[in-house]
């Protein structure tokens, strides 16, 4: 960063939303970044309702809708791309940023970097995945439907398993910059595993195997420090780690709902 206003952040800790305001609130704060009336910001929230999340591009008939109504989960479209996340006992974070010409790996790994310095205050396993799968050939898979059955380079895991789940956008015109939007998931508890149930799959076998995954390939803040992790605590050592690995400041954090 160039200067000493480059570093100068918002945050916006906006508490609990349903899944439409929270990608609404996403999508305008990217917008509201490119046209320059905010500066680069970190919006940290919940979810009320529970709801489920599928990426830019994935079918509806993933999810079982039936399921989702008899569990009060709302059903959302988020603006970026990835698979099925079930939103429940978690942080979710987002960031807007300018580019400045950086890549998406770049991207993805700076902002991983974060992460896992505030994540690591809390749990000194926590470090981020460096071998990359192939997703081509995977998400051909009924299996490959939820986000956290596979980790890509950079995301964020303790001893291997998968912690935070994160999906990347870019939006660009011949007008304005290019702006990155990410977002994603902090396990801070068990009640991800339910995405098992809701999903719309052709049998037993894979549903099982799915949930075998989700077990096996995920971990959570709370079983792995072996005490309940809060959503406040959480909150406060992302924002540090942030603004330590990045070398920002957060000029100013809001409370409210945009």
Same mark, same amino acid.
Request: avoid cysteine.
């Given at each position: 960063m160039s200067d000493s206003s480059d570093r100068l952040w918002h945050c916006i800790e906006s508490g609990f939303c349903t899944g439409t305001q929270n990608m609404e609130q996403d999508i305008a704060l990217a917008q509201r970044l490119q046209r320059g009336e905010i500066p680069p910001t970190l919006r940290l929230y919940g979810w009320k309702p529970w709801a489920v999340s599928l990426g830019y591009n994935q079918s509806e008939l993933d999810i079982d809708k039936d399921k989702c109504s008899e569990f009060g989960i709302e059903i959302v479209r988020r603006p970026t791309g990835g698979r099925a996340v079930l939103h429940a006992n978690e942080l979710t974070y987002s960031i807007v940023m300018a580019s400045g010409g950086k890549g998406i790996t770049e991207t993805y790994s700076m902002i991983s970097k974060a992460l896992v310095a505030g994540l690591s205050k809390l749990c000194?396993?926590?470090a981020y995945e460096t071998s990359q799968p192939? *997703? +081509?050939a995977f998400y051909k898979k009924q299996e490959s439907i939820p986000c956290f @059955? #596979? @980790?890509a380079r950079y995301e964020v895991q303790i001893n291997g398993k998968k912690l935070v789940? @994160? #999906? +990347? %956008? %870019? *939006? @660009?015109? =011949?007008q304005f910059p290019e702006i990155v939007l990410q977002h994603g998931s902090i396990l801070l508890g068990k009640e991800h595993r339910l995405l098992a149930e809701i999903l719309h799959v052709e049998n037993n076998s894979i549903k099982e195997k799915i949930m075998n995954d989700i077990d096996n390939k995920t971990i959570d803040l709370s079983s792995a420090l072996? %005490?309940?992790?809060?959503? =406040? =605590?959480?909150t406060s050592i992302v924002r540090t780690g942030f603004e330590e690995a990045m070398n920002i400041h957060f000029e100013k954090t809001i409370e409210a709902v945009l």
């Open positions: 000194a396993d926590v192939n *997703f +081509q @059955s #596979a @980790s789940g @994160s #999906a +990347q %956008r %870019r *939006f @660009s015109s =011949e072996g %005490r309940i992790v809060t959503f =406040e =605590e959480t």
